[in-house]
């Protein structure tokens, strides 16, 4: 996986931000307070402003770690965090991560957290590289799920009695999205096609150093434009490209010192004229035009009423 950290994220309703300890008020009120919100968490309610600023001292001061990612659900409409969402578990050996996430009262059944889960689940996909995004919730909390499926995640099973929140001891029930294993497959080809993708420069039997273009790179270039080269093609398009680089290099020998660089093609005069200053705006010669003046100005009538 590529690790990038808690990048900024942003959906149609809401942004997905690194925490600030000025988001401590927003945290404890918003949320972190209430019991109904940690029921079936794994951490207690908070008793008290102090508690939230502790845990987001801790959070703030994993930032500056690749692997580390805690996001604040800021509601754009509100302007401040309504809940939080991030990575519980990252195994770089399996390239998977498992999130967890907790939302207002306030903000329940209204899309926030599947809005959420759906772009950290792509993120994690597109822009780490994870080939698997899991989370799990308590059976008896089947709402949870529900975001998890909305977010297209796939039920795979009930751990029973595997887990221990507020409740106690209680069954895990897993969801995933999982990349396929022919996407993988091909995201490795991919990869080792692009590492072997170069242009070498060989001496031609005339002294001449001249590009030549390999077969990994004619192929690396098929992936990007998704064509299908037939061999001819593919030889063709090998010498193209190793005359576009000789000449490349042949403009590169050029000794341009001296000369002035051009922001255009072709001459650009300016058409604009330059300022002129006169006395008065014309403001008299305007309101000689007015059918009715007053103060030095029109007098609209009244569009609506007498």
Not at 220 to 229: N, S
Request: charged fraction near 25%.
């Amino acid at each position: 996986m590529n690790h990038i950290g808690t990048r900024e994220l942003a959906t149609e309703r809401l942004t997905l931000r690194r925490f600030e300890m000025e988001d401590a008020e927003s945290m404890f009120y918003n949320w972190a307070n209430d019991p109904e919100v940690t029921k079936y968490l794994t951490w207690p309610t908070h008793e008290s402003v102090e508690v939230s600023e502790t845990v987001l001292r801790d959070w703030t001061s994993h930032y500056g770690e690749k692997n580390f990612y805690q996001w604040a659900i800021e509601l754009n409409e509100l302007e401040q965090p309504i809940g939080s969402i991030g990575a519980v578990k990252v195994d770089d050996d399996t390239q998977s991560v498992v999130i967890g996430y907790c939302i207002g009262r306030e903000f329940w059944h209204k899309g926030y957290t599947t809005e959420a889960l759906t772009e950290v689940i792509r993120f994690f996909m597109n822009e780490v590289g994870t080939g698997r995004v899991a989370a799990y919730h308590d059976s008896n909390n089947p709402n949870s799920g529900k975001v998890m499926a909305a977010a297209g995640m796939e039920y795979e099973g009930t751990l029973r009695m595997a887990d221990r929140n507020n409740q106690g001891i209680c069954d895990a029930v897993y969801y995933a999205k999982v990349k396929s294993a022919a996407l993988l497959e091909e995201e490795e080809q991919e990869e080792a096609v692009e590492q072997a993708a170069v242009a070498t420069k060989v001496i031609g039997e005339d002294g001449v150093e001249r590009n030549v273009i390999s077969d990994e790179t004619m192929e690396y270039v098929g992936i990007l434009a998704k064509l299908e080269l037939s061999p001819e093609e593919a030889e063709a398009a090998k010498k193209d490209m190793a005359d576009m680089l000789d000449y490349i290099d042949q403009l590169n020998e050029l000794d341009t010192t001296g000369i002035e660089p051009m922001s255009h093609v072709f001459p650009v005069n300016n058409v604009f004229r330059e300022d002129v200053v006169t006395n008065g705006d014309g403001s008299q010669a305007t309101l000689a035009n007015a059918p009715v003046q007053k103060d030095g100005g029109f007098k609209v009538p009244k569009t609506i009423g007498e």
